[in-house]
């Protein structure tokens, strides 16, 4: 028998992408409160989460999407081949968004969010399609060992000892070596947080949601167990990632090994909270705003930078004299005058963007129109 659709998963994706609306458009990126902004290097704030909660349910949506192809013992080639487009597409949607509007192919940002995005997607299905849970389980481990002594191991170089600061850790010489510092990062110029060696640990965060979901589908257990599993791995996951972070610090923009286990072991946790109360006890008052943000999270992820982009280029009189994006002016002037603490103002302005982003969503989701990839 088919496994039912997880309710769960669709509301996880629909809270990420709603926490991803609110820290991509404050009102005014110079007043944030910290929790909505990333650890300036090391350690993890709320925003640290948005990234590894989308690769570990790829992983989760993957067990369920593949898993006719794994149970009917259909040909590998053309499943490969729907894999590899579609992670082609959103690759290639990812580029796009960094060309738009200027289209400057000699600056261009090779990797991104959407790029890693696809390279996850693509590993772990070759992976779930051709390897048992297991061996998933070992390649994890691997994936997380082998990084972490790259990291912390091998010389960069011409720069000397292995080290973990931005601009000068094996990661960032790679990318800078194979990628150009044209085309990486453009705050920097010198790294990447989207990275190629960093994509290495990605894959495991992609892994651990690979395993959720396969222990979802898993026939076995009682029902109720499988949320209790999941937390419990989780629990272990979280308490492992803080003590290897006294090695190996939990850091985002490297992704490291510890970031992987201690974000994943709360992912973990989450999933295990939200399957029992929505796919066991059957609740779904209140989850609408999530499902409707869930269903269409690539359009909110990239249309929200398109348009951003698009509004940048249509120029008003600020209120300091200058001229500023339609967003800035509809900010200053119909949200800003109205709070005395700027960075209250600077959340209003975000809040706003999730209330506009849910209307439009409510509308396609009424309509069902979807965009998929």
């Not at 629909?14 to 609110?22: A, C, I, K, P, S």
């Not at 898993?218 to 308490?239: F, M, T």
């Amino acid at each position: 028998m088919r496994p039912t659709r997880l309710v769960s998963l669709d509301v996880f994706r629909g809270l990420t992408v709603m926490l991803m609306t609110v820290v991509n458009n404050p009102g005014d990126w110079g007043h944030i409160y910290p929790p909505l902004e990333h650890a300036e290097w090391n350690g993890c704030t709320p925003t640290d989460l948005v990234f590894p909660f989308f690769l570990f349910i790829v992983g989760v949506s993957l067990a369920y999407a593949l898993a006719g192809a794994r149970r009917d013992g259909l040909p590998l080639s053309p499943v490969l081949a729907r894999v590899a487009r579609r992670a082609a597409i959103l690759f290639g949607l990812g580029v796009l968004t960094s060309l738009y509007p200027h289209f400057d192919f000699a600056t261009v940002r090779i990797m991104g969010v959407l790029q890693r995005i696809a390279l996850v997607y693509f590993g772990c299905s070759v992976i779930y399609l051709t390897t048992s849970w297991r061996t998933q389980l070992m390649l994890l481990v691997i994936f997380l060992a082998s990084y972490a002594a790259l990291m912390q191991l091998v010389p960069v170089p011409g720069v000397g000892p292995a080290n973990l600061e931005p601009t000068t850790n094996l990661g960032a010489w790679l990318d800078r070596t194979l990628l150009t510092e044209p085309h990486l990062w453009p705050t920097s110029r010198t790294w990447d947080p989207e990275g190629l060696l960093g994509t290495l640990p990605a894959l495991s965060t992609g892994l651990l949601g690979l395993l959720a979901g396969t222990w979802l589908r898993w026939p076995g257990p009682a029902r109720l167990s499988k949320p209790v599993g999941l937390a419990l791995a989780g629990v272990a996951a979280v308490v492992a990632g803080l003590i290897w972070s006294h090695w190996f610090p939990i850091n985002k923009a490297l992704w490291t090994s510890s970031y992987v286990l201690f974000t994943g072991g709360l992912a973990l946790g989450l999933l295990a909270l939200l399957y029992w109360v929505c796919d066991v006890r059957g609740y779904r008052r209140g989850v609408g705003p999530a499902l409707a943000f869930g269903v269409n999270a690539i359009a909110v992820f990239f249309f929200s930078a398109i348009l951003s982009r698009t509004f940048g280029l249509m120029r008003l009189p600020g209120s300091g004299g200058q001229a500023v994006g339609l967003k800035e002016w509809l900010y200053e002037w119909g949200i800003a005058p109205f709070f005395h603490d700027p960075r209250n103002a600077s959340l209003a302005g975000a809040v706003v963007c999730l209330l506009i982003w849910w209307g439009i969503l409510s509308f396609l989701q009424r309509r069902g129109w979807i965009w998929k990839v």
